[in-house]
């Protein structure tokens, strides 16, 4: 029977491995499915996190970096703002 998947090969922990049979046998469904699920439903994330880190790294190299005190006072400065604003809106 044709298939379109790829079949990879993952080294796992035995209790993670554990937790995926059990899972899989509770569920009713395979552990290539919930295998397949889990992935799906994360690798948005990872990829942004991974993006952000390059992209962290290349603004370093390019010497776009800002002072930790600097940040902090703008951080503070928004968090400022942001309560103005809701107690205006309380208001």
Do not use: F, Y
Request: charged letters at 40%; proline letters at 2%.
């Amino acid at each position: 029977m044709p298939t379109n998947k790829k079949t990879i090969s993952v080294r796992l922990d035995p209790k993670l491995a554990k937790r995926l049979e059990d899972l899989a046998r509770k569920s009713e469904r395979s552990v290539s499915w919930h295998v397949n699920r889990i992935i799906s439903d994360t690798i948005d994330s990872v990829e942004a996190e991974v993006a952000a880190v390059l992209k962290g790294v290349e603004d370093v190299r390019a010497g776009r970096m800002r002072d930790a005190k600097e940040v902090l006072q703008q951080l503070r400065s928004q968090r400022t703002e942001r309560a103005k604003r809701r107690v205006r809106k309380a208001g």
